[in-house]
């Protein structure tokens, strides 16, 4: 390509100039041809020595630039910072990714670079404990990560590499939050139940009290059992990939309905019904899975709404984007912007002395979550605090 840049360059110079100038430029182009020729064969020869000593393991006839060339061709590779400290531990050389993370800064400390405390007084305590060679530390501000840093003696460098563990911890922080969360939850009803159980007497209570002890044990050994039932379900749809099959969503929206209307009817909340749009329409979906995910969402409306209001359930096509939109409205208590990020966690509540009236894990929204991500399809919180959510579950058509 260069070469038929110039051939053009110089047909156009002929074209326009006189032979004594041209001669002139044809000149400088030799000239500067052959140092171009030269300093690329200096290079590749360097290049060649390194590759065909590494090859043959004949590192002792390399120079000591000719094996940092190599070193740093080699740490490039590597996806996380690696450092080539001297033994003052100043940077002698390091890799892209240290750079992209670090910036570019040869010569200097490694403790001006990396200026974190923690980082810091590991650095200083393997300086005086040749032992300490790989060691934990985080970094707080501003990303909040964990990090595990190894430093190992390599000829006459120390190497020191950085591991981001951020994922790894949290990981198994959320894995310990989640099994504390559950225990507690368990703990709570089985204490009522054992302590119920204790009290239960005929001969010191009468039948009516005994009675009303036992329905109390009744009602929180059902308590256990849903808390376990969607345990299970939630680790069903985070672990196990289920064969979708066309479902009637218009059918299994009914179904949820009749399942839930003498409950709003109870609780005297206004039940809004729009749904006859989508007679007929079909969506791939995981069996059984699309009616929790209604039933969650119906018997939250139900749960966080006041007597006197109104629920809306309303299903409808973005024929723009091919897809179905069901939505469930009420006129509740409504959730803060700093909540609607969190109420899909797991065992997520928001205030929970709000909620104590209500029984519930906070997992509802965290296994209807899990479905819709499974399925593919996306759901969308609205809410303003104290006048009520909308959640919409939208989905492609088959
Ligand atoms: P829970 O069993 O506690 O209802 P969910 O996962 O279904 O668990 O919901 C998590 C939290 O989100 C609830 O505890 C509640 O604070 C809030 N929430 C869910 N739905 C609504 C709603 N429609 N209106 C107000 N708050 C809601």
Request: hydrophobic share 40%; net charge positive.
């Amino acid at each position: 390509m260069a070469i038929l840049l110039l051939v053009l360059v110089n047909i156009i110079l002929i074209s326009f100039f006189d032979t004594k100038i041209i001669f002139i430029i044809l000149f400088f182009e030799m000239i500067s041809g052959l140092i171009t020729f030269a300093f690329f064969k200096r290079k590749a020869s360097a290049l060649s020595n390194v590759a065909m000593s590494t090859n043959s393991g004949n590192y002792n006839s390399l120079t000591d630039v000719q094996l940092e060339n190599y070193y740093q061709l080699l740490i490039n590779h590597f996806d996380f910072p690696i450092f080539f400290l001297d033994k003052n531990f100043e940077i002698k050389f390091l890799n892209s990714q240290a750079k992209l993370s670090y910036g570019k800064k040869i010569l200097s400390p490694i403790t001006s670079v990396i200026r974190d405390y923690e980082f810091i007084e590991n650095i200083e305590k393997y300086k005086n404990n040749d032992n300490l060679n790989n060691f934990l530390w985080k970094k707080k501000l501003p990303e909040n990560k964990s990090y595990k840093t190894e430093i190992k003696k390599f000829n006459n460098f120390l190497v020191l590499q950085i591991i981001d563990l951020t994922k790894e911890v949290n990981k198994k922080r959320n894995h310990e939050l989640y099994l504390t969360n559950l225990t507690h939850e368990l703990k709570t009803p089985l204490s009522v139940i054992i302590g119920y159980l204790e009290t239960i007497n005929f001969e010191e209570f009468s039948l009516e009290e005994n009675k009303k002890f036992i329905e109390i044990v009744n009602s929180k050994s059902l308590e256990m059992k849903n808390l376990i039932d969607q345990m299970l379900k939630l680790s069903e749809m985070e672990s196990l990939t289920k064969v979708k099959t066309k479902i009637n969503l218009y059918q299994v929206i009914n179904k949820s309905i009749k399942s839930y209307r003498e409950l709003f009817k109870k609780k005297s909340i206004n039940l809004i019904v729009d749904v006859d749009k989508i007679k007929n329409t079909f969506i791939e979906f995981t069996p059984n899975d699309f009616e929790i995910v209604l039933n969650n969402l119906l018997s939250n409306a139900l749960n966080y709404s006041d007597s006197n209001t109104s629920v809306t359930i309303a299903a409808s096509f973005i024929s723009k984007e091919n897809q179905v939109e069901i939505m469930v409205k009420d006129q509740g208590i409504g959730i803060s912007n700093d909540n609607l990020t969190r109420i899909t966690e797991k065992f997520y509540r928001v205030d929970k002395s709000r909620n104590n009236l209500i029984h519930g894990h906070g997992l509802g929204l965290a296994i209807t979550n899990e479905i819709i991500a499974k399925n593919k399809c996306k759901m969308l919180i609205l809410s303003n605090l104290g006048k009520g959510s909308t959640f919409k579950v939208l989905c492609k058509l088959s």
